[in-house]
């Protein structure tokens, strides 16, 4: 399957601790996202990479997630402290250049404790 | 395989006019959800759905576990309607999200 993957598939953290969320997008996609879904509004956007660069680092989300992208093939969400209120959904997701289409992972459900 | 495989990707209309987005899953699926990205990249839900229909202004939608589809009509399109479109489905046992690779509709003055 040469689509998006996410690691872990699921993540159980105390309060305070660091968890790291993995994600490797469609091999040759420049754009890479992540997102946190609420049940509310969707899925708000948290970091935005365009060949690896960082182009958008989600405003409300900057305080404690941290997003990289250390080569084109793989990116890592980073969460310091963490907090019960972060338990939700993290999503990845790729997509080429110009083309407004979206490859989505399978998420990763944090439960933060 | 894809679970859930949207059509069209990509869609143009005149204002006024209108068409329909479509997505067929390859599984059984407990509920469907429509998103539309906005300008900031956030994916806004438009619709959730677990069986019939809903309707919502000049956009309906339609869901259909059994025959394993579902669709988002648009009607009297409109400039502002322009945008990337998303089905998600949930499939049944998972709390997963299963996303189409989405549609964009551009409408035309």
């Known amino acids: 399957d040469a689509g998006v993957t996410q690691t872990p598939r699921h993540e159980v953290a105390e309060k305070g601790q660091t968890i790291i969320l993995k994600c490797e997008p469609v091999?040759?996609?420049?754009?890479l996202f992540w997102y946190r879904q609420t049940k509310i509004q969707g899925l708000e956007l948290l970091s935005y990479?365009?060949?690896?660069?960082?182009?958008?680092d989600g405003g409300a989300f900057k305080d404690r997630f941290k997003a990289e992208m250390l080569n084109s093939s793989f990116s890592t969400l980073k969460i310091q402290p963490t907090e019960p209120k972060d338990s939700a959904v993290y999503l990845c997701?790729?997509?080429?250049?110009?083309?407004?289409?979206?490859?989505f992972g399978h998420g990763t459900k944090l439960s933060v404790l | 395989g894809d679970q859930v495989e949207q059509s069209p990707s990509a869609l143009s209309l005149h204002e006024g006019t209108g068409s329909a987005l479509r997505c067929n899953f390859t599984t059984t699926m407990r509920a469907v959800q429509w998103f539309r990205k906005n300008s900031r990249g956030s994916l806004i839900n438009l619709f959730y759905?677990?069986?019939g229909t809903k309707e919502n202004g000049r956009l309906k939608s339609a869901f259909d576990s059994k025959e394993r589809y579902s669709t988002l009509h648009i009607r009297d399109a409109q400039l502002e309607d322009s945008g990337t479109y998303f089905c998600?489905?949930?499939?049944?046992?998972?709390?997963?999200?299963?996303f189409g690779s989405g549609t964009q509709l551009t409408v035309m003055p």
């Open positions: 997701a790729s997509s080429q250049t110009g083309d407004e289409r979206l490859f």
């Open positions: 759905l677990a069986s």
């Open positions: 998600a489905a949930e499939a049944s046992g998972s709390w997963q999200l299963i």
């Open positions: 091999s040759g996609h420049n754009d």
């Open positions: 990479f365009r060949s690896k660069s960082l182009m958008e």
